[in-house]
Structures are given as structure tokens and as C-alpha cells.
């Protein structure tokens, strides 16, 4: 209550808004950041939206995308140190840390403008002046409805703005599967339907848009690259740099791939493991008790939800493979008890 009052305050006159999201921004990152832009824009405040990398074709339906500053150190480094640094207000959407944000996290440590946290994963860093952070909550963009809401400004959500936040919940809670899907996320699509959403379009411009080669590259990784280890309830796939590279693999050619080894019966724990070159990326899945965030905190520098959390490794792949599964027997337990 006290952050809607002093964010309310602080929005009261026009201001220079700027909103950032994570690196890769997948469809809650942007969808909340276009969803909050929109609305911030009918208010009357001036709004640049920044990400700190490029992002999947498949988001580039949104309302907003063509004014989004795609972040990239070699072009546009000064512009958006300045567009920062020029910011009255920062809002920061769906990452808990500012290593999440890469080279932008110490120009906006450092920016004067007001900090505004608006994100839904475990143990948020404490850099914002602002904070709505809800664990609890499916989806970014379901905190950034609610905000809305509680600014007063629920008939400000538009059909434009409504695709946006739809987008991010349907992604984030798998499709509505995912046990955070609480009445509340009901709730709100029920808000998102009435202003005009179409809700099956959304979920084909996202889920039904694979190009050719990404649909037989995933058949090769199913195929060819998915290990199943019975004994710890644990699937993964690892994928090199020179795979991605003959399968000519865009930004989100992987996304969901490690859905179809959580997907396998029987098995809790599935992660993938990919060489972007200058690092090894990890996402991590689980189904039940199994804290993937507590996992990748304690062996990948990473973190997220408790069923839904990534990692990084600076080892080679193979080193990092390796690492990963010197891990599972002290987990043995955990992963095969009945839950
Ligand atoms: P994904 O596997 O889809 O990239 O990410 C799953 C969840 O973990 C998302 O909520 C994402 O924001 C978070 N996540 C992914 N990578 C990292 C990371 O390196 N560090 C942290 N803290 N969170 C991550
Ligand atoms: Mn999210």
C-alpha cells in the first residue's frame, strides 16, 4: 500500500520513464515492459523501453516493439547510458538482480532516477527505492495488471496493452498448467478477455510460429541429444555451439526445449545446457518440491522460481556437463523421493 502511494506520488507529473527487463527477454520480460510502457504513455509520461539484448521473432507483434532500444555494446552504448542516465524513473521488470541486466546493471546502479522493482522472482537484491515484488505471483505482468488496478487506472488497460500482459501470463504459467496459476490469474484474463484480447491468436503468433529448420532442429535434439538418467528422475539435453550453428538457431529457437525433458514420465529435474560461445547457459525445470532456484544458486551463479530457474557457467560444455552431473548424487534423495 505504502509502495502504490509513494509510486503514485511520484507519477503524479510527467516524468521520463525508463523501463528495462532481463537479458533475452522472453514473453513476460517484454510483454510486462510494453504492457506498463503503453499504459505510462496514456498518462502523459514520456517512456523509453530498453533491453539489454535482443529478443525472440515471436514477440515482435507487441504493441510498442518497434520503439523498443535493443541494448548492444558495440552500437548504441552511449545512447542508452545517456537514456538512463536522463531517467527521472527506472522501472525494473521481471529480474531480481542486476546481474540479470548485464552491462546495464552498473549504469542503472549508478543512474540518479527513482528505482521501481516490479518482479515475481526468489530473493530479490535490494536496489530499488520502489518495490513490488511478489514471489508469489505467476507473472510479472500479472504485478504489473495489478499495479495498474491499484494506481486507479484499470480502464486505462486497452486491448494493446491487454495483449501484452496476456502474453506474459499465458507464457509464464506454461499455459495456465503451472501451479502458480491462481485464481487471481483467472481473475485477470477474464479483465484481459473483456477489453478484446484474442487469446488464441496470441498463443499462435508464440507457439505456432516455428520456422522449418527450428522444428527439425528440435527433432534432432529429441532425437539425438536428450538423456534420461532413471536413476536420479533427472533428464537433460546439452547442445554445442557448432549444433546451433547448423541449425542456424535464432534468439528463442530453444525455448521450451527443456519443457519436453521435464515432459518425460517419471522424471523431476530436467535442464538444458547450451554453449553460447562466451558462456554456457543453463535453464533448469522441476516438477514437486525440488528447488531448481536453490540448485542454481548453489552450483551456476543463477537463481529464479522454485520449479523454473537458470545458471551460467564459464566452464567449457563439456566441463560444465560434467559438473552438473557430479551433482546429482547429492540430490539423489530429494530427486527420488515420492512427491
Ligand atoms: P529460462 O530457463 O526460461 O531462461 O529461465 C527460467 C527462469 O529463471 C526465469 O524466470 C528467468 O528469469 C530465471 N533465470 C534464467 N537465467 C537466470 C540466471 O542466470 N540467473 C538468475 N538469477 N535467474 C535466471
Ligand atoms: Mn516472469
Same mark, same amino acid.
Given at each position: ?40 504513455? &496514456? ?6 523501453? +530498453? ?8 514477440l515482435n507483434w507487441m504493441n510498442g ?9 558495440? +552500437? ?6 545517456? @537514456? *538512463? ?27 540518479? /532516477?527513482?528505482?521501481? @522493482? =516490479? ?41 494493446? *496493452? ?22 487471481? =490469474? ?15 491468436? *496470441? ?33 537433460? *539435453? ?13 534468439? /528463442? ?8 525433458? @521435464? ?16 558462456? =554456457? ?35 567449457? @560444455? ?13 540430490? &539423489? ?7
Amino acid at each position: 500500500m505504502q509502495q502504490i502511494t509513494a509510486l503514485k506520488e511520484l507519477l503524479q507529473e510527467p516524468k521520463e520513464i525508463l523501463i528495462t527487463t532481463h537479458h533475452k527477454p522472453d514473453a513476460d520480460a517484454l510483454g510486462s515492459s510494453l504492457g506498463l510502457a503503453g499504459y505510462l504513455k &496514456k498518462k502523459g509520461h514520456v517512456v523509453t523501453v +530498453v533491453t539489454p539484448s535482443d529478443y525472440p521473432d515471436f514477440l515482435n507483434w507487441m504493441n510498442g516493439n518497434n520503439e523498443v532500444i535493443t541494448y548492444d555494446p558495440n +552500437v548504441n552504448d552511449e545512447l542508452v547510458r545517456k @537514456l *538512463i542516465n536522463q531517467a527521472n524513473v527506472i522501472f525494473c521488470l521481471d529480474f531480481s538482480s542486476l546481474s540479470r541486466i548485464n552491462e546495464l546493471g552498473p549504469y542503472v546502479q549508478e543512474a540518479p /532516477g527513482v528505482k521501481v @522493482l =516490479v518482479d515475481h522472482h526468489l530473493e530479490p537484491e535490494n536496489f530499488a527505492e520502489i518495490s513490488f515484488s511478489n514471489t508469489k505471483a505467476a507473472a510479472t505482468a500479472e504485478l504489473v495488471f495489478e499495479l495498474i488496478r491499484d494506481l486507479g487506472d484499470q480502464s486505462l488497460i486497452d486491448v494493446h *496493452i491487454g495483449e501484452c500482459l496476456y502474453a506474459g501470463i499465458m507464457t509464464d504459467t506454461g499455459s495456465f498448467r503451472h501451479p502458480s496459476t491462481s485464481r487471481n =490469474v483467472h481473475l485477470i484474463i477474464a479483465e484481459l478477455l473483456h477489453v478484446g484480447v484474442n487469446t488464441s491468436n *496470441i498463443h499462435r503468433l508464440i507457439y505456432d510460429s516455428h520456422t522449418e529448420t527450428r522444428l527439425r532442429f528440435l527433432g534432432y535434439v529429441l532425437k539425438d541429444k536428450l538423456t534420461v538418467l532413471r536413476e536420479f528422475r533427472t533428464a537433460y *539435453i546439452a547442445i554445442t555451439a557448432d549444433e546451433l550453428k547448423h541449425y542456424d538457431s535464432k534468439t /528463442g529457437d530453444t525455448e521450451g526445449l527443456v519443457n519436453f525433458a @521435464l515432459s518425460i514420465e517419471g522424471v523431476v529435474f530436467a535442464a538444458l545446457i547450451i554453449d553460447r560461445s562466451n558462456a =554456457v547457459k543453463m535453464s533448469f525445470r522441476s516438477v514437486g518440491d525440488f528447488s531448481v532456484n536453490d540448485f542454481a544458486r548453489k552450483h551456476f551463479q543463477g537463481g529464479g522460481h522454485r520449479n523454473a530457474a537458470g545458471g551460467i557457467s564459464y566452464d567449457s @560444455l563439456t566441463d560444465t556437463v560434467a559438473k552438473f552431473l557430479q551433482t546429482l548424487p547429492e540430490y &539423489k534423495d530429494q530427486l527420488t523421493k515420492d512427491n
